[in-house]
């Protein structure tokens, strides 16, 4: 079935960066996209940005582009979400999804999450 | 660019039926045929339910049905039941700067 399983929980000091990975299964991965959202505590869902795990091109929310980076390691079929310069308003849950190769559209199978503590 | 609005709370009985707003604008929900929702028990990952504004995917009940007119997408719960009460969000493309949207989040409760 098709799976995404990502890292385990990371606490962070201020400044410092993290990087998630999200590995996939049970589909090819080279046929879709990746999505990555996350939820502060007692937030909703904040789109984060995609990636296509084709190509490697990414769109990224503009309130973070200055911060993130996404990237694809196809031969492990895994996906990565590095955030620089962590705040303590980055604490929350992220998780990434399957979306579509070519667009940021309908996140479909997501990942279990990952707690990130800043 | 701000989140799609949602009711903060919508609640209902077991049987009954519910219907969750999601308000955007031409750039996002009214421009496009690309939203989704999306159910969240806490402590969970999030499950699609909806995509393309009406269409379900394999899998999920058919007490789950999506509608859209002009800038408002609707999610409606028929024939409530426990197992529904959880954050429910709409999501769409966009063509602002951010290329996609979460709504605000609606907490539904089973009375």
């Known amino acids: 079935q098709v799976q995404l399983v990502q890292s385990g929980t990371e606490v962070k000091k201020p400044g410092a960066s993290v990087k998630v990975s999200c590995k996939a299964s049970g589909y090819t991965f080279i046929h879709y996209g990746i999505t990555w959202v996350r939820q502060a505590p007692g937030q909703g869902l904040e789109w984060m940005g995609w990636i296509s795990a084709y190509n490697g091109n990414t769109n990224y929310a503009q309130k973070l582009q200055d911060r993130v980076t996404m990237t694809t390691d196809t031969s492990t079929s895994t996906a990565y979400m590095e955030l620089r310069s962590l705040r303590s308003d980055d604490t929350a849950m992220y998780y990434c999804a399957r979306d579509l190769i070519a667009v940021a559209r309908s996140p479909d199978v997501w990942g279990q999450g990952t707690t990130v503590t800043v | ?111």
Do not use: M
């Not at chain 2, 701000?2 to 609640?11: F, Y």
């Not at chain 2, 009940?61 to 800038?71: H, I, P, T």
């Not at chain 2, 969000?89 to 709504?103: D, E, I, R």
């Open chain 2, 1 to 111: 660019q701000s989140a799609l609005t949602q009711p903060a709370s919508v609640s209902g009985s077991p049987g009954q039926s519910i219907t969750i707003s999601c308000t955007g604008t031409s750039s996002d929900v009214g421009g496009y045929g690309y939203v989704s929702w999306y159910q969240h028990h806490p402590g969970k990952a999030p499950k699609r339910l909806i995509y393309d504004v009406g269409n379900r995917p394999s899998g999920v009940s058919d007490r789950f049905s999506g509608s859209k007119s002009g800038n408002t997408a609707s999610l409606t719960i028929s024939g409530l039941q426990g197992e529904d009460e959880a954050d429910y969000y709409c999501g769409s493309y966009s063509s602002a700067s951010t290329p996609y949207v979460f709504g605000s989040g609606t907490k539904v409760t089973v009375l």
